[in-house]
């Protein structure tokens, strides 16, 4: 949507790099009032399209489409629309209200007037991502959707247009969106590190402690034993993150959550206990007027 920063750059030098010295790389800017709901920002929308052209050429642009709202709509809104299905209904969909069918629509404009092989989107938009890859597989539209991470400040905030409507000590609270989701992720690493050592000892109590008598399996012993005592999987991630986050609700400024989630990135439902692959830890808070979002996508392992 064009305000450009190191996460578009990211995602302009990847597609250089995808598209080599004889492929063209086109950068799109454009502030879509179609996927902006009542009430939200799209008039305070940052917009700077001649420093955009300077970090889009840097980058290795070739070309910044960057059209009027009647170029892209001439005869105002669209009758016809894309529908993001249940999918765009949950998490960011039920906050933001016919969002994803916004998003959607352009983006299959986009894609229609730009005509390219391969699209680009950042995973800091983890359900733009998968909903765009959904839309491009069920409606058949010929071209290759690649994720880019998710690119950070030092301190672990998610590059967004959206930071630069925080004063100083909003963006300190702010913080608390990528602490949550690193206190998740670091939460997550302890049990699967728990349950591998749990894994290299019997399950059986009796040998347990029998093993237990030589240093090296104690430790694989106690392991198991707090592997079983802590709360694992996916209630101790969404726990872990939680603290943090009730934590911010308690500063000056307050952060204000609007979800925490672990979801499963085909569909965005909420993972279970006995989940195992790729899952989300998605949140989205304000903070102020500014709402920001962020995600880690995280592994589960195999239950032991
Ligand atoms: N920090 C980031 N790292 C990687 N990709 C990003 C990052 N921020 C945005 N992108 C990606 O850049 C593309 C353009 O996004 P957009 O213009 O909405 O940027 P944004 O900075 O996320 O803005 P906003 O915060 O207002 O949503 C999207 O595919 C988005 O996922
Ligand atoms: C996908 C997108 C270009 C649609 O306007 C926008 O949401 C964005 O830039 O993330
Ligand atoms: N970066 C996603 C687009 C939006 O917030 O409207």
Redesign the pocket.
């Known amino acids: 949507?064009g305000a450009l920063h190191e996460g578009h750059a990211t995602l302009v030098r990847a597609a250089r790099e995808i598209a080599g010295d004889r492929g063209e790389v086109v950068v799109?800017v454009?502030v879509?009032p179609l996927?902006f709901g009542a009430g939200e920002d799209l008039d305070r929308y940052p917009r700077t399209l001649d420093a955009d052209l300077k970090i889009a050429e840097l980058a290795g642009a070739d070309v910044v489409f960057a059209p009027s709202a009647d170029e892209v709509y001439p005869g105002g809104e669209p009758q016809v629309r894309v529908s993001a299905g249940p999918m765009g209904e949950r998490l960011e969909g039920s906050s933001r209200p016919g969002h994803f069918d916004g998003?959607l629509t352009?983006?299959a404009k986009l894609l229609h007037l730009t005509r390219p092989d391969v699209a680009l989107?950042g995973q800091k938009?983890a359900q733009?991502l998968a909903l765009i890859r959904r839309m491009v597989r069920d409606l058949n539209f010929g071209v290759e959707i690649v994720g880019v991470p998710t690119v950070r400040e030092e301190d672990g905030l998610a590059l967004s247009s959206r930071n630069r409507y925080l004063s100083a000590e909003e963006r300190r609270t702010a913080l608390a969106l990528s602490g949550a989701l690193f206190a998740g992720r670091d939460r997550h690493a302890a049990q699967e590190a728990l349950r591998a050592r749990a894994r290299e000892v019997p399950a059986t109590r009796a040998r347990a402690e029998a093993l237990s008598a030589i240093g090296e399996s104690r430790a694989a012993a106690d392991a198991h034993a707090v592997a079983k005592a802590v709360p694992g999987g996916p209630a101790g991630v969404r726990a872990a993150a939680r603290l943090v986050l009730d934590e911010a609700a308690r500063t000056k400024p307050p952060l204000l959550l609007d979800y925490l989630a672990l979801v499963d990135p085909s569909d965005f439902t909420e993972v279970g206990d006995d989940f195992t692959g790729e899952a989300v830890l998605a949140v989205a808070a304000r903070v102020g007027t500014t709402r920001l979002i962020d995600n880690i996508p995280l592994t589960f392992g195999a239950a032991s």
């Open positions: 949507m799109t454009f879509n996927q998003m352009v983006v989107y938009d733009q």
